[in-house]
T-cell receptor, first 116, second 117 residues
Framework: AQKVTQAQTEISVVEKEDVTLDCVYE???????LFWYKQPPSGELVFLIR??????QNEISGRYSWNFQKSTSSFNFTITASQVVDSAVYFC?????????????FGTGTRLTIIP | DTAVSQTPKYLVTQMGNDKSIKCEQN?????MYWYKQDSKKFLKIMFS???????INETVPNRFSPKSPDKAHLNLHINSLELGDSAVYFCASSQDFTGEIAKNIQYFGAGTRLSVL
């Protein structure tokens, strides 16, 4: 069975600090996909990134970066120079390929608060 | 234009009533999903449809009946609403697997907050 653990329930940092959100996953599949979604206070779910299990390259997109390590089954998310607009609940998720019919298994989310 | 749109955004109703939530996507995707987010923010899949065919049904009570009139629409009908049905319901869609590039990114609607009194 697939499982995603986000051990950090809530994090608060002062604006401009860097912050890392942890994600640890469990799966028996050798091929799988990892995701991060953002849920701002307005409630919608916003896709941030998808990572294929065969691609362990870290990725950077502006102030966001992701560190994927298969050896520790982790897919951590770092926000550099945080801003108030980064305040949201962040979800890590896992799916196995199923020809477009994948179900996402979500972690319980990390509520990030950026203090101005 | 909104890619995945749900209506209504808020739904307040009495226990025992029947209600529907509508979802439409204009992304040309083949697969649509319903997820439930409970009061603790936990997200769990309920159903998925591919080209109007039910693919995933995750042990959801049969009071919940999804209906897909075409691949751009997936509606959720709930009979005999119970207090425990209060949650935010999210619709999502993704494109079919094509060739070597899996286009399995699920894009979500804004959610429907259902409150059962």
């Amino acid at each position: 069975a697939q499982k995603v653990t986000q051990a950090q329930t809530e994090i608060s940092v002062v604006e401009k600090e860097d912050v890392t959100l942890d994600c640890v996953y469990e799966t028996r599949d050798t091929t799988y996909y990892l995701f991060w979604y953002k849920q701002p206070p307005s409630g919608e779910l916003v896709f941030l990134i998808r990572r294929n299990s065969f691609d362990e390259q870290n990725e950077i997109s502006g102030r966001y970066s992701w560190n994927f390590q298969k050896s520790t089954s982790s897919f951590n998310f770092t926000i550099t120079a945080s801003q108030v607009v980064d305040s949201a609940v962040y979800f890590c998720a896992l799916s196995e390929p199923n020809f477009g019919n994948e179900k996402l298994t979500f972690g319980t989310g990390t509520r990030l608060t950026i203090i101005p | 234009d909104t890619a995945v749109s749900q209506t209504p955004k808020y739904l307040v109703t009495q226990m025992g009533n029947d209600k529907s939530i509508k979802c439409e996507q204009n992304l040309g995707h083949d697969t649509m999903y319903w997820y439930k987010q409970d009061s603790k923010k936990f997200l769990k899949i309920m159903f998925s449809y591919n080209n109007k065919e039910l693919i995933i049904n995750e042990t959801v009570p049969n009071r919940f009946s999804p209906k897909s009139p075409d691949k751009a629409h997936l509606n959720l009908h709930i009979n005999s609403l119970e207090l425990g049905d209060s949650a935010v319901y999210f619709c999502a869609s993704s494109q079919d697997f094509t060739g070597e590039i899996a286009k399995n990114i699920q894009y979500f609607g804004a959610g429907t907050r259902l409150s059962v009194l």
